[in-house]
Nanobody, 124 residues
Framework: QVQLVEFGGGLVQAGGSLRLSCAAS????????MGWFRQAPGKQREFVAV????????YYADSVKGRFTISRDNAKSRVILQMNSLKPEDTAVYYC?????????????????WGQGTQVTVSS
């Protein structure tokens, strides 16, 4: 089992940047594929970015490609989401998730563990 805690959300103007961190504790972090998802009010939770267990493979939603970067530090048991050129439509609660499987997944239901979420608000 793994516990996940997100940090770094907040309020930022459009065009600005935020850096989200997810700290993991428990079972060996490098055993988990990791992902960032987000949920805006009245909408379903959606895929943002995922990274493989080794960090060698990453995937992004089209809406964030070229603006967001996911990375991980297995020695520190952390996964990072660097968000640049933020837009008002990026406003949502952002969740970190872990998947105990070698295959990368883009669907929330395929993830086993979730953090509590952190609010990101982008003002126009």
């Amino acid at each position: 089992q793994v516990q996940l805690v997100e940090f770094g959300g907040g309020l930022v103007q459009a065009g600005g940047s935020l850096r989200l961190s997810c700290a993991a504790s428990g079972r060996t972090f490098s055993s988990y594929g990791m992902g960032w998802f987000r949920q805006a009010p009245g909408k379903q939770r959606e895929f943002v970015a995922v990274i493989s267990r080794s960090g060698g493979n990453t995937y992004y939603a089209d809406s964030v490609k070229g603006r967001f970067t996911i990375s991980r530090d297995n020695a520190k048991s952390r996964v990072i989401l660097q968000m640049n050129s933020l837009k008002p439509e990026d406003t949502a609660v952002y969740y970190c998730a872990a998947r105990l499987d070698i295959a990368v997944a883009l669907i929330p239901a395929d993830y086993d563990y979730w953090g509590q979420g952190t609010q990101v608000t982008v003002s126009s």
